[in-house]
């Protein structure tokens, strides 16, 4: 199995899906002749060519809206927004037409909008957000956010063949830092499915995206502490199963994420396990989040906002002490 | 790229082979006379209490989708705006599944899922409108897109106020519908008033000026004569189908009834009602055919009978169960549309050659 960074698995799924099905294309801002502000599409253009390769004007709502027309007529789109942040300008072709397309008059709308998300890199407030809590107040999309290579690839195919539109995250700070033997061909990590990153007993860090790995090495060495930590992957569907299972093992839970704090996949997380685990708890739900304010540009305001290795530390200490 | 303000292009151009058979101008009276009367249905059981939230119609707009949709062929594709019931019952929508759609009733098109004109048949090509405008249009470059990629040569037709134009999305549509020179034809109707906004407010412009600046063509037809209508759109669709991209027909015309049936239209001049009362687009055409010694008579007696029977059909459908409101978010297989009817016999006779 080849090694490849979390975006050179991206890229492969999609190239991968592009060779084997004529009507998967992809659209969006700079993906031809430049390859993506990321690279993610680099040489599609020319195995390609410019009509599955689409360089389209600077119009999110077009991007998205084709993308719904093309869909419905047979075709498999996948848009790329240049950076997650832009979706709010391509926001209502999601959240009112593809989203509630197939509940209306059952029409399936199979597509994929990438979402280059994340902060960590001084990108400000507008190419830095984590918006996924906008689509799970949205019925009718599926969402996921890989941090894995291996899952990257995976989800992305399986994204890409699921037969409704699915908001896809890919989180920038992983891009090139992330890597993992992944393996050649077609592959898919289905949709809804959490996994154990690492099995534990005394605790369980639950998280997704870029916040797996902080988790990971937060609670490698927690004074002997053994730490569960799971990676949803899918954050519609939510593996509900997965959640309960790992309460009902540790008893102790803190719900990570890098997206701000009030109404997001934490709340909810927390949520069901208040209703569905009470009884099976040894100490409050701890939430470990980016408050709610935009994402600053200068580095020690941007460290100061996303959760660090040192708050997962410190939340892991306390509820393990509790 | 000539912006043609006063004839429809098919006459302007002069290379249209568009020809209506008086089999073809019975039917496009039918069709008026039908959307007619199922509104007018319609409207009575609102009135009556039977249709739940408002009620929307196209009352004076009739010729426009009508004589739009007429141009069609089977494979083309639709979406189809509040105002424009005429295409969905030339597609082959039936009047009962209309009104049982007004009264959200299992029967309707969505099967109470949504409201109204908030409606399309994928069996019969159409992808239904969301309230947001001019959302739509976008869906439609989209529909397009795909005919241009597997080069086939098919239509994607969407109709639009005028108010509409106001919107950004409506100039991403436009402007991408240029740029990839999408098969693409736009019905913009320009009925005077954008809820209550006139003209003056909406725009700074002739409104059919616009579509030069997008590099396609902009035709400006009287929208309350259907032959004419029916020309500009089949010009515009064979030039579509030509490869030579899109078309912006604005279709002259007046909305005689509220925005909705609850808009008194205080701020509608009565004089203008007065005008617009005389260019009624099914009297006009009623009167052109009786000139022609075609029997209306016998056209309005069929259109009343199926109302009734539809009418009836519809009252029989049961409300749908509360049990099934949280099904059908996510689908579980791919999509798949079916082809509209497209009764114009130009269609007949491709078929007959094929």
């Known amino acids: 199995m080849p090694e490849l960074t979390y975006l050179q698995a991206i890229s492969d799924g999609l190239r991968e899906e592009m060779r084997a099905d004529e009507t998967v294309f992809c659209l969006g801002e700079d993906i031809g002749a430049f390859g993506g502000a990321f690279k993610v599409t680099d040489g599609f253009i020319e195995e390609f060519g410019a009509d599955r390769v689409w360089d389209t004007p600077l119009a999110e709502n077009a991007i998205i809206g084709a993308a719904v027309g093309a869909a419905v007529e047979g075709l498999r789109p996948v848009c790329e927004m240049q950076f997650a942040d832009f979706i709010s300008c391509g926001f209502d072709q999601l959240v009112n037409v593809a989203a509630k397309m197939h509940y209306r008059q059952g029409l399936a709308v199979p597509m994929v909008v990438r979402l280059p998300s994340g902060g960590g890199f001084s990108g400000g407030p507008f190419h830095s957000q984590n918006p996924e809590a906008w689509f799970l107040q949205s019925p009718g999309l599926k969402v996921v956010a890989p941090s894995t290579a291996q899952d990257a690839k995976g989800l992305l195919s399986a994204a890409i063949r699921d037969p409704n539109p699915v908001v896809y995250l890919e989180h920038k700070h992983l891009y090139r830092r992330v890597k993992g033997d992944v393996p050649e061909g077609r592959y898919e990590v289905p949709l809804g499915k959490a996994r154990v990153a690492r099995e534990g007993t005394d605790l369980s860090v639950i998280a997704y995206g870029a916040m797996v790995g902080v988790a990971l090495e937060a609670t490698e060495d927690l004074e002997g502490a053994s730490v569960e930590v799971i990676d949803l992957r899918s954050l519609v569907p939510l593996d509900r199963d997965a959640i309960l299972a790992s309460v009902r093992k540790t008893s102790k839970v803190v719900v990570l994420h890098e997206a701000t704090r009030s109404c997001g996949v934490g709340a909810e997380v927390c949520a069901l396990i208040a209703e569905e685990a009470f009884e099976d708890l040894d100490g409050p739900v701890v939430r470990v989040t980016a408050p709610d304010t935009p994402i600053p540009f200068s580095p020690p305001l941007e460290r100061a906002v996303l959760p660090q290795l040192d708050d997962v530390k410190e939340a892991c200490r306390e509820l393990l002490a509790y | ?354």
């Open chain 2, 1 to 354: 790229m000539a912006t043609t303000t006063a004839k429809p292009a098919a006459i302007a151009d002069g290379v249209t082979k568009a020809v209506l058979t008086h089999d073809d101008r019975r039917a496009l009276l039918r069709y008026m006379l039908l959307m007619r009367a199922t509104e007018e249905r319609a409207l009575t059981l609102y009135r009556q209490g039977k249709v739940p939230g408002s009620y929307y119609d196209g009352r004076g707009q009739e010729a426009i989708s009508v004589g739009s949709a007429f141009a069609l062929g089977p494979r083309d594709r639709t979406c189809i705006l509040h105002r424009d019931l005429g295409a969905h019952l030339i597609r082959g929508v039936r009047p009962g599944r209309v009104l049982a759609q007004m009264m959200g009733r299992a029967g309707g098109v969505t099967g109470g899922r949504d409201g109204n004109m908030h409606f399309g048949d994928k069996e019969l090509g159409a992808v239904g409108m969301v309230s947001m405008l001019p959302d739509m249009a976008l869906v439609t470059c989209g529909l397009a897109l795909a005919f241009q990629m597997r080069k086939e040569p098919r239509v994607a037709m969407t109709w639009f106020g005028e108010g509409s134009t106001a919107n950004g999305q409506w100039h991403e549509a436009m402007n991408v519908a240029g740029v990839k020179k999408l098969p693409a034809v736009f019905i913009l109707e320009n009925n005077q008033f954008a809820y209550s906004t006139p003209n003056e407010r909406e725009f700074a412009v002739d409104v059919v000026e616009r579509a030069r600046g997008y590099g396609f063509p902009g035709v400006k037809v009287d929208g309350n004569d259907v032959e004419a209508v029916f020309y500009a759109a089949a010009e515009a669709c064979e030039r579509a189908r030509r490869g030579e991209g899109s078309t912006l027909i604005e279709a002259e015309t007046m909305r005689m009834h509220g925005h909705g049936a609850h808009d008194d239209m205080r701020y509608v001049p009565k004089e203008l009602f007065e005008v617009w009362e005389k260019r009624d687009p099914v009297d006009r055409y009623e009167k052109k055919l009786s000139d022609d010694s075609i029997d209306i008579e016998a056209i309005r007696a069929s259109v009343k009978e199926e109302i009734e029977k539809e009418t009836e059909w519809a009252l029989e459908q049961p409300m749908p169960d509360p049990a099934t409101a949280r099904e059908g978010v996510f689908a579980t297989s791919d999509p798949v549309m079916g082809d509209g009817n497209a009764p114009w016999s130009h269609w007949k006779q491709e078929a007959g050659n094929a």
